[in-house]
């Protein structure tokens, strides 16, 4: 196998911008004002969006002991908290109620303020930067290089997966990174505790001191990542940023991480440099298994250095960028549909289908986001579309690579919803003279034309086969499909207690073979109640019935009771 680079999805949760430390590089820094300290409120709505975005891991990071500097503390007390660390936990507790593992980056902290932190954080971090004394960090209390050294030994004392890492072109000399690297090389065979080590290039920024320096060059890089991967002991991870760094030509020299990666959020400290999108990230690292970690790595999480606090979160999280594998989706969707993206896969032969959480009714003309849904649908879809295959019916169901995304068999779709009905219920009972809730002699299939422009028309068989869609013995087969579809779901649905009214199936070609395409799920079929008739499915949407989320969630306790929703 390919060398294995690893990085984190993460969202960057900047505190607060104002800083007790003036280093001559930086533009993150601001003086207290409106706005200098990220509202509770716009943390939760970047988590949320994280979370929604498949991220793993909160990074907040922000300026170091604000509460020094003159004129802070009303805008942090507007929200009542008395010091920044103590808003750093009650955000972190958000971060882990949504299902993300927080890494702090806070600056200098003493033993007992990491001690109150690493309840609520998987990791945190503190950069050496360096250890030599340099004009930039003149006006920095916090850069003291031997106030960071103590730091980084108290966090191997109490056992908190370390990240750090060394700032190259800030006015160090070559010797200094070797110095450097070996103070973090020792720390580390005392304590066993760093896990990855960053070496950032500095990048100069208009309108600070230092906007004439050179920065670290493509050289610089090359040759300090050779050396880290000299001195350090083989199990620290190297990382390289790739929004700053050209990664290709960085990477052959032993860097093993690209770090954090966010889908959702920039790179606050260095604005004007966006992150690689996922697929551009696969293009960088041609070569080589890209492959999605923790903000905690594997080692320590088998070693147990976490709170106990964080353990679900950690197992869930390991189980989903496990099931997300290796597989990067790209930027743009092939088809975004009205409940569902279709997205290009590495593989020729197979696409992503990442079903999303808007909800439509009425060819669109109704329309919300419900959070959840997607993986909801998804999961009811990939139980049906195992079960039907185990009885022998083909379907483009390959795997799960996340709770709401699948990889299936990319098939040529045929333009045809097929419906099977056992109950009378919706549009048949509006164009026929049948009642809602009679139950038909037999289950009867009705096809229309899937076409969202001219309002899907029913279709009939000779439609069908003058139109060239289907011959008359392909027809005959999706007939027989769908029926055989139907005694499956129908007999499971019976022993759940739902009664499966009707539902509505696509079908696609691939090699010559008719698959079972698209989903089934509580989107796709009307559920009923047996006792009581109560909808489960998108009437309870389209009706305004009630919870549809709850009904979602309702039928698939009863039809997989260990699924945990
Ligand atoms: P729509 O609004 O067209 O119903 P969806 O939101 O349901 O779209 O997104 C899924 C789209 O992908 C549908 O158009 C469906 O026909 C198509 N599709 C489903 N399964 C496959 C497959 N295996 N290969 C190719 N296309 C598929
Ligand atoms: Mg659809």
Redesign the pocket.
């Known amino acids: 196998m390919s060398p294995v680079i690893t990085y984190s999805r993460n969202v960057f949760l900047p505190l607060t911008f104002v800083c007790r430390n003036i280093c001559g590089y930086c533009i993150f820094r601001r003086p207290p004002g409106e706005g200098c300290v990220l509202s509770p409120d716009e943390v939760i709505r970047v988590l949320r969006r994280g979370a929604e975005a498949g991220c793993t891991e909160a990074l907040f990071t922000f300026g170091e002991h604000p509460e020094e500097v003159a004129g802070f503390m009303p805008f942090l007390e507007q929200y009542g908290f008395g010091s920044i660390l103590e808003y750093c936990h009650a955000m972190a507790e958000e971060a882990l109620r949504l299902g993300l593992l927080p890494h702090t980056n806070a600056g200098i902290m003493t033993a007992d303020e990491m001690r109150y932190l690493a309840d609520v954080n998987a990791s945190m971090g503190l950069m050496l930067e360096t250890t030599a004394d340099i004009p930039a960090h003149r006006n920095c209390p916090g850069k003291e290089p031997a106030r960071r050294i103590a730091m980084i030994e108290d966090a191997g004392r109490l056992k908190i997966p370390f990240t750090t890492g060394i700032l190259l072109g800030i006015g160090e000399t070559r010797s200094d990174r070797r110095e450097s690297l070996e103070v973090i090389a020792g720390l580390h065979r005392k304590y066993g505790h760093i896990q990855e080590i960053i070496i950032q290039n500095f990048c100069p920024k208009p309108g600070t001191d230092m906007s004439a320096f050179p920065g670290a060059t493509l050289r610089d890089m090359q040759e300090t990542v050779r050396m880290a991967k000299e001195i350090l002991p083989s199990d620290i991870a190297i990382q390289i940023p790739p929004n700053l760094a050209d990664a290709a030509q960085i990477l052959p020299c032993g860097v093993t991480d690209l770090g954090g990666i966010s889908p959702v959020t920039i790179d606050y400290v260095n604005p004007e440099h966006p992150w690689p999108a996922f697929d551009e990230l696969a293009a960088l690292t041609k070569g080589y298994t890209l492959k999605e970690r923790l903000c905690i790595y594997p080692e320590y999480i088998r070693r147990g250095w976490y709170h106990p606090r964080l353990r679900d979160c950690i197992i869930s999280l390991e189980n989903t960028i496990h099931m997300r594998g290796t597989s990067v989706i790209p930027a743009k969707p092939l088809y975004e549909?009205?409940?569902?993206s279709v997205y290009a896969s590495e593989n020729p032969d197979e696409l992503i289908v990442v079903f999303r959480n808007d909800m439509t009714a009425f060819n669109g003309v109704k329309h919300d986001q419900f959070t959840d849904k997607g993986r909801l649908n998804a999961t009811a879809s990939e139980f049906f579309m195992k079960m039907l295959e185990a009885e022998g019916i083909p379907t483009h169901h390959i795997r799960m690579s996340a709770p709401d995304t699948m990889i299936v068999r990319r098939l040529e779709m045929i333009p045809l919803?097929v419906i099977v009905r056992n109950v009378a219920a919706g549009s048949m009972t509006k164009k026929y003279p049948v009642k809602e809730g009679m139950v038909l002699d037999r289950p009867v299939v009705t096809i229309d034309y899937?076409d969202d422009e001219r309002g899907d028309p029913m279709i009939n068989d000779d439609l069908i086969e003058v139109l060239h869609i289907l011959t008359a013995d392909e027809l005959r087969k999706v007939k027989e499909m769908a029926l055989h579809v139907n005694k499956v779901l129908t007999r499971f649905f019976d022993k759940c207690g739902i009664r499966l009214v009707d539902f509505?199936l696509?079908f696609g070609k691939a090699d010559g073979t008719i698959y079972l395409g698209?989903?089934i799920s509580m989107?796709?079929m009307r559920l009923w109640d047996k006792k009581t008739g109560e909808s489960f499915d998108k009437d309870v949407y389209r009706f305004d019935k009630g919870d549809v989320i709850a009904a979602y969630r309702n039928v698939l306790k009863r039809i997989i009771p260990d699924s945990g929703v």
Do not use: Q, V
């Not at 549909?337 to 569902?340: C, E, R, Y």
């Open positions: 549909g009205k409940a569902k919803e899937k509505k696509e698209d989903e989107d796709s």
